[in-house]
């Protein structure tokens, strides 16, 4: 568990526009240990899934990499991403109805990636493919069907099949449950959960949704505009959020216990700033309760290993 | 699946009876037969016979079916011009405009989808910009001019190919072919591209815009993520996505290849049914203008309907009859 897998470091993603270039992705560095589970959480737009297609080499122009460095087990690999695209690292997206093609049966796709990436038979390659869809909890019988004979839950089944089939040791999951009932979204969510820990496989959990980074992940990390606020154990943030963004997103965070019935939720003011208006110092300082003089000129860089923020200076 | 299929033969059938209904209507109502086949001199004896021959006296409905029952044993009557019957004239000059059409419907198909996926792939690159710019022309310029340009670069100038006609061609007894000879092959190439060209560009231009579409859609990003080549998503997934719709318009300007190889024929001086008809316009010959749109109709109606079934063919979600687009 302590073995270091991914490592951004100081990763940029900028977009140039006819206003101007626009940094998606603000210099933000983390890790990823070997058989971790690590969330990242933020609004819309706060870069989330940005990060995640910065790691696998698919931002769509007009964006790109502009700055930074990405290592993948001790190789820098943010200028060949297609190196290890698929094979060591694989994806999941939103939603499942769109991520498959109609066209061609779930076996069909499951055979081609593997052929893709493996030294392997066209027969042990549709072995594989039938115990990929029986480990999802899918009849491997089913393996001539088209997507469209598969429901949202079980498709998005099919899609982590899919993403694992390579045996990756990274699999990023751009909210993959965000588009699928909140019932199938748990089953969803701990299978995904179960087949990684039983392969030692790690995962970043890109979310919004603070229910869904409690249950599953073992660290997080808090995005705002494009930079990063918080980051750490899930239990350490969510429990003692230090930056007062965690502090305002875990208040805004809708709980179904019997005090909160009838309370008004908590929202944080205003929003968050577009990405060709910065503030100035510290992104999030127009919203901040505790913003003081030093928040609106300098920015705040990761104070005491866990967050962004000057209130952290005496802490640490 | 089964049904689907049947009923559409069953439409395909309506379809067909109400254009040999129209092609009646011009066969019998435009001009009179009578004075056409007799002239104007002939006694009023000789008019009543054949009135009577022709049935002229009975009812709308009867003679209506008799025109389809013959038509369906391939009898279209008599050409006012040659005294030929049609239907041998046109078994006689079928295979031009057949082979002609065939060549045009390969040549546009496969250079427009081609090009249509690499305009669509390489969307900024300078050659890719060059083929789109100039596929303006190909959409712009009239289908004689281009014809006659061609005549004059390729035969007259560079004397490389025939300027007109179809060259030697072989007799298989039911079918005189071009395809096997050298100068039935050269003679091909000018009036086959004249044809086609229109054709092409549309082809290549919906291609690029479909394609385009697919290529933004999540699962050529999944393709993408799992790593797959770049040929593998382009050919494997993108490109049979694009392929319903191209059909469609592909399909429907196969019949209009056909439909309206008039002017490429005149140019050319080929001998198929265009330049037939042409002459039967000029001469009033109604028997042979009713059967060319009885030919044409049908060759519409059979290409819709082969277009239909490709459909089922293509797309699973059809065959089932899961009409509802989930999933893009």
Redesign the interface.
Known sequence: MTETLLELKGLEVTFTTRRGTLKAVDDLSLTVKRGEILGIVGESGAGKSMTGAAI?G?IDPPGRVSNGEIWFEQQRVDKNP?SM???QV??V?Q?P?????????VGDQLV??IL??MDVTKAEALQRARDGLTEVGIDPDRINA????FSGGMRQRV?IA??LA?EPQLVIADEPTTALDVSVQAQVLDLLKKLCRERGTSVILITHDMGVIAQTSDRIAVMYAGRLAEIGETREVLTNPQHPYTQGLMASTPSVDAKSFGQELFQIPGAMPKLDALPSGCAFNPRCSQAHARCQTDRPPILADRAACWLMENAS | MLLIILRRLGQSFLVLFLVAFVSFMIFRYVGNPVDNLLGQEATNDRRDALIEALGLNDPLHVQYLSFVGRALQFDFGISYRTAQPVADMIIQRLPATLELALVSAIFAMFVGVVAGVYTAINRRGFIANSILSSSLIGVSLPTFLIGVLLIWVFSVELKWLPSFGRGDVVDLGFWTTGFLTVSGLKSLILPGITLGLYQMTLIMRLTRAEMLEVLR???I?????????DR?VYF??AL??TLVPVITIAGLQLGSIVAFAIITETVFQWPGVGLMFINAVYFVDIPVMSAYLLLVGTLFVLINLIVDLLYLV????LR?G?LKR???
């Open positions: 696998i698919l297609e695209r698929g094979r694989s994806m997206f939603d109805l769109t991520s498959l093609n109609p066209l061609r049966t081609e990636t893709a990436h088209y997507p469209h004979a899609v899919l993403a390579t | 859609q999540d699962y990003k999944f393709a993408r993520a799992r790593g797959l080549q593998t494997g997934h049979k996505n293509i797309d699973p979600r089932d899961q989930t999933g893009g």
